[in-house]
């Protein structure tokens, strides 16, 4: 099993939708959460981060976690053309050795149509 | 500021040429990441330095080398390469922290022909 599962999409949303993203990971010690966004030929740029059970919400970005279940979730309330993208999950977890890595899914292709 | 800079950003070898990728950030960070991506595969870590004077291996470490040099500079080589290194390059760092966000570099788009 994967680390970080993604469905790879893609997922089309209308102008104006709500995108939802999900990921599921299989580290029960994960400590840290976060969403990034990645444009074609771009690096990835962080757009969230949540540590602790429930909903943080930043603009139109909405990240949910529980922990209990394995998966954090992204929301992306009216949806615009500037949001297409890939959007990658990722978790960082304590290694045995000490420090942290971290740890990223196959990205969710995101189009959203005019 | 810069930020975490890689260079090059294009590079074309040929098989069995040997070639390091160099990245370098100015934010302070203690921990560095060198990932591979390919299509529909994600990001993938090949090796990561937690602190200066330390490195790891990833996920797909095969192939490659590394060289935690100091505090800012994060180097990665490929001793022999073979298409299968054909990928995109990203440098991330960030200060070591669980709850720290990580930056990117521009990447490296390297084929190996």
């Known amino acids: 099993q994967k680390e970080v599962e993604q469905n790879s999409g893609p997922l089309s949303v209308p102008e104006g939708a709500i995108a939802s993203l999900n990921c599921t990971y299989s580290d029960r010690v994960s400590q840290s959460f976060f969403w990034y966004r990645q444009y074609s030929g771009k690096s990835p740029e962080l757009i969230m981060s949540i540590y602790s059970n429930g909903d943080k919400e930043d603009g139109r970005f909405t990240a949910q976690l529980n922990k209990a279940s394995q998966y954090v979730s992204l929301l992306i309330r009216d949806s615009q053309p500037s949001d297409s993208a890939t959007y990658l999950c990722a978790f960082r977890g304590i290694l045995t050795g000490g420090g942290n890595k971290l740890t990223f899914g196959t990205g969710t292709q995101l189009k959203v149509e005019l | 500021n810069a930020g975490v800079t890689q260079t090059p950003k294009f590079q074309v070898l040929k098989t069995g040429q040997s070639m390091t990728l160099q990245c370098a950030q100015d934010?302070?960070?203690?921990?560095m990441y060198w990932y591979r991506q390919d299509p529909g595969m994600g990001l993938r870590l090949i090796y990561y330095?937690?602190?200066?004077?330390?490195?790891d291996k990833g996920e797909v470490p095969n192939g490659y080398n590394v060289s935690r040099l100091n505090k800012r500079e994060f180097s990665l080589r490929l001793e022999s390469a073979a298409p299968s290194q054909t990928s995109v390059y990203f440098c991330?760092?960030?200060?070591?922290?669980?709850?720290?966000?990580?930056?990117f570099g521009q990447g490296t788009r390297l084929t190996v022909v």
């Open positions: 934010m302070n960070h203690n921990s």
């Open positions: 330095s937690a602190s200066e004077g330390t490195t």
């Open positions: 991330a760092s960030h200060f070591g922290q669980l709850n720290t966000e990580a930056f």
